[in-house]
C-alpha cells in the first residue's frame, strides 16, 4: 500500500516510476480490446501516480480508448474509485490486489517488483532463531515467495505460508489491515520480506510473535520492537480518556466502510454517558476534524489512520479495540491489533 504523496510528473519520470515493477499491461490492453471499451479510467497509489500519463497515452494509441485519471489518493484495493467506475467501461485498478466482490468493470492488475529477494532473506536468515518460520510479504512482492522460501531450505529453515482467503488473495500475503495469513501458522517467528514497519508491526501485534524483517529494496535486515508503538497506544487511549465528546469515524471506501462496528461503538460509549456522534466521510485528515468540536474519536476506516498518522491529528484518534479498553469492554492484557474482515460487495 503506497501513502507517500507525489504529484504527476513528465514521461521520463513515468518510465523510471515503473521499471522497478512488472505490469501485466498487454492483458489489460487485450481485456479492453475484447471488452469494446471506449472509456477507461486508470486509478492507482500514489507511488505508481507518475506513471500514469504514460500509460494513459500507451492505452490510448493501443486500444483507441479515452483514459480518465483517478486524480484521488488511492490506498489500497479497498479504495476503488466508484464515481469513476461509473463513468468509464472498464476500470484498470494499479498496485493492488482485489478484496472480495467488487464491481463488475473494475480490473485489479498488480505492480509486481523486479528486484530479487534472496540475498536479503539470507541474510535475515541469520537473525532467524527457530527451524520453522512462517513466511509473509506485501502484495509487490508474492511472486518471488518461492525464492525465499528456497533460500531459507537451503539454511536449514522451513518456511511456511499461511494461506490466502478473507481479504487476502495469496498464500502468504498481508495486508495493513489483515494478517490472516500470519496468525493462520502455529510458528514462534515470522519473516516479513518488505519496506516500511507497518506491516511487520502489524504481524507482531496480532500474533505476539518475534518478526524479523528483510527489506529487497535496502537490502536491510532487522527486528521489529513494538515497544515504542504500544507506549504511544497506551498514551492516545489514556488522553481520549479525559475525553466527554467522541466522534467515530466511518469511511466512504467501499472496503473501509464499517458502519454495524460504528454504530455499535456509539451505543457503547453512550452507555458510559459519553457524547458520541458519527461522522462520514471519504479521505479522513486533520482538517476535517477541526471545526466538528470532537475531543477524541475513534477511526472504524483504515487501521492506518490511527496508528500511522496518529500525530498529525491534535486529538487522540483510537482503534475500534482501543475504545473498548478505554470503557471498559476490552482489558488492556494483550494489544488486539484493528483488522477489517469486510470485504468488498457492490450489488
Ligand atoms: S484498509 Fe487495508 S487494504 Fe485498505 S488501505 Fe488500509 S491497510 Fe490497505
Not at 539454511?155 to 487476502?168: H, S
Not at 497506544?233 to 467501499?254: T, Y
Not at 479522513?284 to 496508528?307: F, H, K, M, Q, Y
Request: with cysteine.
Amino acid at each position: 500500500m503506497a501513502r507517500a504523496h507525489s504529484t504527476a510528473g513528465s514521461s521520463s519520470n513515468s518510465d523510471s516510476c515503473l521499471s522497478g515493477y512488472d505490469l501485466d499491461l498487454d492483458r489489460a490492453v487485450d481485456l479492453i480490446q475484447k471488452s469494446g471499451a471506449r472509456r477507461v479510467g486508470l486509478q492507482a497509489p500514489e507511488g505508481l501516480k507518475r506513471a500514469l500519463l504514460a500509460l494513459a497515452r500507451q492505452i490510448e494509441e493501443k486500444t483507441g480508448a479515452e483514459v480518465i485519471i483517478s486524480g484521488d489518493p488511492c490506498f489500497g484495493a479497498c479504495d476503488v474509485d466508484m464515481e469513476l467506475c461509473r463513468e468509464v467501461d472498464l476500470m484498470l485498478h494499479l498496485g493492488h490486489a482485489q478484496i472480495g466482490v467488487g464491481p463488475d468493470n473494475v480490473i485489479f492488475l498488480v505492480a509486481r517488483m523486479k528486484e530479487d529477494i534472496r540475498d536479503v532473506v539470507e541474510k535475515a536468515a541469520i537473525l532467524l532463531k527457530s527451524k520453522r518460520v512462517g513466511v509473509t510479504t506485501t502484495i509487490q512482492h508474492v511472486h518471488k515467495l518461492d525464492q525465499a522460501l528456497e533460500a531459507l531450505k537451503e539454511r536449514g529453515i522451513e518456511g511456511l505460508l499461511g494461506p490466502a482467503g478473507g481479504r487476502v488473495k495469496y498464500p502468504g500475503q498481508v495486508l495493513g489491515c489483515s494478517y490472516s495469513t500470519a496468525r493462520a501458522l502455529d510458528v514462534e517467528e515470522y519473516l516479513f520480506i518488505g519496506t516500511g514497519q507497518f506491516h511487520p508491526l502489524g504481524i507482531a501485534l496480532a500474533t505476539c510473535k518475534r518478526v524479523v524483517i528483510a527489506d529487497p529494496v535496502t537490502g536491510e535486515v532487522s527486528e521489529i520492537d513494538t515497544d515504542p508503538m504500544l507506549r504511544r497506544r497506551f498514551g492516545a487511549i489514556s488522553r481520549a480518556g479525559k475525553a466527554k465528546r467522541f466522534a467515530i469515524l466511518v469511511s466512504k471506501k467501499p472496503g473501509q466502510k464499517r458502519m454495524e462496528l460504528a454504530t455499535r461503538l456509539k451505543a457503547l460509549g453512550e452507555a458510559r454517558g459519553l457524547e458520541m456522534f458519527l461522522v462520514y466521510l471519504d479521505n479522513i485528515e486533520p482538517d476535517r476534524l477541526l471545526n466538528l468540536g470532537a475531543e477524541a474519536a475513534v477511526s472504524t476506516a483504515c487501521p492506518r489512520v490511527a496508528l500511522d498518522d496518529a500525530a498529525k491529528y491534535r486529538i487522540p484518534i483510537l482503534t475500534p479495540p482501543e475504545f473498548e479498553v478505554l470503557v471498559g469492554e476490552r482489558e488492556w492484557v494483550e494489544y488486539r491489533f484493528d483488522e477489517i474482515e469486510e470485504l468488498i460487495f457492490v450489488l
